[in-house]
């Protein structure tokens, strides 16, 4: 193996120790570079980034590698957190981990590693990178099932896979924990994120309020009847159970209440009874344009399984229509839940093809 300058992201978690720790035993020149992607403000109860860099700062001097540290603050507002914003007033349920890997892990950490020489980058992702049969790169899944994040990796192409490395990729979360151990790693018993740095552990709507302010309208069955009131329909998404305050409606069976639709327009929010109630189900998904990480299949309809949400069992569908106006899909069973504004991500196997953001359902 060609020696080569890599510089990983370390976000002072055990993933990002182990893989810099396992670059430097294959025998590369190893850097660490810290990201900051959040001004703290008023939020440093919620945000761990300072406790994080000190962590990183700890693993980088014991594995005795330099440690960079840059702001990318600007950059993630406006290319991320503008846009989550964006789809959220719009009524959409947006996954920042996509659109942040593809534009700042992917795109500004790559140029600025590049610009202070490195050959490549490495991150703490559990999935992995191979040669396709075209000459061009293939993304596949992690081994460890539980732990696979090629569905967050989905929007990357040729240009970044080629320019980046996933050490973990071939290994489960307990042989990590345990290198991280057997090499006296500080981090080698933190607690995984739990999300992103800006929402933290603090509710999520209590969060959102800060630049959608509550909105009250009435929850509504499909039939229009008011049964409730809501702060906002943009602090809701589709499956959700909790946070409702329906208490015993009149008429209706004792059940839970599941968000089915949500008007930000009208500002109401539709509910149903039941987990298994058919409006939360969809065979028929109709997305953006397609990101494909090579090459698009030959011919349609195209055969292959998809993710609507992350560690989703692997669903059968078929591609009936990909365009540069969007895509339908057609699952072979009825699939729960599915939000616009997540991800539909088609596979392969263990390939991972690529992606697009979900735009509307059918329901059953």
């Known amino acids: 193996m060609r020696r080569e300058h890599i510089i990983v992201g ?19 020149r190893v850097e660490g570079l810290f990201m900051k992607n959040w001004e703290e403000t008023d939020d440093v109860a919620y945000c761990t980034a300072q406790q994080d860099l000190e962590d990183a700062e700890r693993v980088c ?12 603050a600007r950059q993630y507002w406006d290319r991320v957190f503008a846009h ?46 191979d040669a396709a049969p075209d000459g061009g790169r293939r993304l596949l899944k992690g081994v460890d099932p539980g732990k696979d994040q090629s569905y967050f990796l989905h929007a990357l192409g040729q ?46 709507a209590d969060f959102l309020a800060r630049y959608l302010p509550p909105r009250e309208g009435d929850i509504v069955t499909l039939d229009g009847r008011v049964i409730g009131r809501h702060r906002g329909a943009w602090y809701y998404t589709i499956g959700q159970r909790q946070g409702l305050g329906i208490g015993g409606v009149a008429g209706a069976p004792e059940a839970p209440w599941y968000v089915v639709a949500k008007d930000v327009e009208k500002n109401t929010v539709t509910v149903v009874q039941g987990a298994d109630h058919p409006a939360l189900f969809a065979r028929r998904v109709r ?45 072979d069973t009825p699939q729960r839940a599915v939000t616009p504004g997540q991800s539909l991500v088609l596979y392969a196997g263990e390939v991972c093809l690529g992606g697009a953001v979900i735009e509307q359902t059918r329901p059953e």
């Open 159 to 204: 240009r970044e896979l080629a320019r980046s490395v996933f050490p973990l990729g071939g290994l489960c979360k307990a042989e990590v924990r345990a290198r991280a151990t057997e090499a006296g790693l500080v981090t080698h018993d933190k607690r995984d994120s739990t999300g992103i740095c800006f929402i933290g552990e603090r509710r999520f």
């Open 84 to 129: 989550f914003l964006a789809e959220q007033r719009a009524g959409r349920t947006p996954n920042p981990d996509v659109l942040c890997n593809r534009e700042i892990k992917f795109q500004v950490f790559l140029e600025h590693a590049l610009r202070l020489g490195a050959d490549r980058i490495a991150t703490g992702h559990y999935a992995r990178i």
């Open 287 to 331: 997305t953006g344009p397609i990101h494909w990480i090579g090459r698009p299949p030959a011919a349609l309809p195209f055969r292959c399984a998809a993710k609507t949400r992350y560690r989703q069992p692997d669903q059968p569908c078929t591609l009936l229509e990909a365009t540069d106006a969007g895509a339908e899909c057609l699952f």
């Open 10 to 28: 370390m976000s002072g978690g055990v993933d990002s120790s182990v893989a810099a720790l396992l670059l430097l035993e294959q025998g590369h």
């Open 61 to 72: 001097e014991d594995l005795e590698i330099p440690l960079h540290t840059v702001n990318f």
